[in-house]
Structure formats: C-alpha cells, structure tokens
C-alpha cells in the first residue's frame, strides 16, 4: 500500500520540474494522477508514470481562465471518479523591475500564479466537500513572505496565493479539506535553468551556488515532491494552513 493509495490527484506544471516531480512522487505512492500542463512535454510525464507501473493521463491546457480549470477538474471526475489532491505546482518567475511592471506582466503573472490556482480551488472544493474531504498544496515561494528584487509581480502573485491559501483552510477545516502552502527553496528545475541563462549562468554554476547553502547544496524538485507527497497523505492531516518550507534552513538563517 502507497501512502496515497486510491487518492486522485490533479497536479498543475507536472511537465516540469516541481510539478513533474510530484506527479511522479505521487504516482510511486499509489495515487492517480491528472497530469496538467501547458505543454505537450506533459505527455513524457504520463509514460513516465505508466512506466512505474502507475495511472495517468495528461490535460494540456493554460490554465489561466476559469473556463480551462473548470474542465480540467470536469475531466479529471470524468475519468476517475474523484478528486482528493490539488497540487498548484505549475508557476512562472521572470523577472520585471517595478519601472517594467505594467498591466501586461501583472495580467501574466497573477494569470498563471494566482488566478489559475484560485479557480481550480474553487472547481474542486465542491467535489472535496461532497467526498468528505481532500488535500490542497499550493507551491508557493519565500517571495511571497518577504518580497523580493525585481520581483514585483511574482512577489505579490506569491503572496496573494499565500493569502488564499489561509482564506480557503480557514472556509473549509469544517469540511476536512486542508490547505497549506509549500516553499521549496533555491531548485534545480528547466524553469530555474532557463531564466540563470538570460544572465549568463549555467547549471554548472547553479550547483556551486548551491554549495553556499546551509546544506551544502541546491535544492532538487524531488525534495519538494517529498514534502508534497506527505502534505497529500494522511500522515499530515492535522497539518492545515501551514506554510511548510523546505529551503534547508536558508531564509530562517538569513532573518536571524
Ligand atoms: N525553481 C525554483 O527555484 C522555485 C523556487 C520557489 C518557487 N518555485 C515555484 O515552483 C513552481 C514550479 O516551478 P519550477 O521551477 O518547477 O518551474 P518549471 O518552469 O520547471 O515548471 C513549471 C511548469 O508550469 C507550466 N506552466 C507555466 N504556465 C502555465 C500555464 N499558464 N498553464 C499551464 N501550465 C503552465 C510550464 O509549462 C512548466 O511545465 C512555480 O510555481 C514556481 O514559482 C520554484
């Protein structure tokens, strides 16, 4: 028996570094997974995931109208019958200075960041509350929390999502659908490697940053992935609203 056995789960970004990761995690751990992303990469996730052994299938779609999270959840009960975990893993980081900040960038980052989210949350509550329950994992960022250079946009997406998170565990305890939010630190992911290349760095120099960490090396989506899979399970189930942080200690030994 797996730790999420007989669960479904929908997993944003899951052709992808974070995302994939945690589909894959999950998978390994008996869940079901709806496999969503943007991509048609997402389609490599679910062979991945059939290869183990485990069920998939993909919904490629962009998740930032109400009317892509609605079907995708519809989908999702449609072929499986359930719905029991909301991972909110797919996101994206560039980054725009404030004199760069206008409404396009605002609209593309809430978009993806905090719109996409907020509707898949309010397609699968419903189906949550009628089952008795279900676990919802926002993948957020210590962007959120403390702001951040050149981040304006992504920053405030973050931490409107971190606010959402709070609102929507406080509305739904009573209904057994827990809400918590994941930082997971400084990670190796193609997303992460592609925005170092606008600045010239590599992977080669993202792992010598990584050393300067306080465990001595970069974060991987696997270390997320784990902390998603116990946020999923019933090992956490008196785990709620929390904000769960898996840097390796950096940004509590960077306020101290
Ligand atoms: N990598 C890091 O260091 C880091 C740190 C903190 C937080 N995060 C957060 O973790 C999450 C995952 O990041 P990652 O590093 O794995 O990124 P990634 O770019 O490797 O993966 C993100 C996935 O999201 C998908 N996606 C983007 N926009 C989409 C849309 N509109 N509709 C559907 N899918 C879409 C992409 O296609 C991609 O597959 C993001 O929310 C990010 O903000 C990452």
């Not at 797996?2 to 997993?11: D, I, T």
């Not at 519809?74 to 980054?95: K, Q």
């Not at 949550?128 to 994992?137: L, V, Y």
Request: net charge negative; with cysteine; aromatic share 6%.
């Amino acid at each position: 028996m797996g730790r999420v056995s007989g669960k479904v789960a929908l997993v944003t970004g899951s052709a992808s570094g974070i995302g994939r990761a945690a589909a894959l995690a999950l998978a390994q751990e008996g869940a079901t997974i709806a496999a969503l992303d943007r991509s048609s990469n997402i389609a490599i996730t679910v062979a991945r995931i059939q290869e183990i052994g485990g069920h998939a299938f993909a919904i490629q779609a962009d998740l930032r109208t109400e009317a892509a999270c609605a079907e995708a959840v519809a989908t999702t009960v449609h072929e499986y019958g359930r719905l029991d975990i909301l991972v909110n893993a797919a996101g994206i980081f560039p980054r725009y200075a404030l004199n760069e900040t206008d409404q396009a960038v605002l609209d593309l980052l809430f978009g993806v960041n905090f719109n996409g989210p907020l509707f898949l949350c309010k397609h699968t509550i419903p189906i949550m509350q009628q089952q008795g329950g279900g676990s919802i994992i926002n993948v957020g960022s210590i962007h959120g929390l403390c702001g951040g250079r050149e981040l304006i946009a992504y920053a405030a997406s973050k931490g409107a999502l971190l606010n959402l998170t709070r609102t929507l565990a406080r509305s739904y305890a009573r209904d057994h659908i827990r809400v918590n939010y994941l930082i997971p630190g400084w990670v190796l992911t193609e997303g992460e490697l592609a925005i170092q290349a606008q600045e010239g760095h590599d992977e080669a120099w993202l792992r010598t940053q990584g050393e300067r960490l306080p465990t001595g090396r970069i974060q991987l989506p696997e270390d997320a992935a784990d902390a998603i899979v116990f946020l999923a399970s019933d090992e956490s189930s008196q785990v709620n609203a929390s904000i769960l942080n898996t840097d390796g200690g950096r940004s509590f030994f960077t306020i101290l």
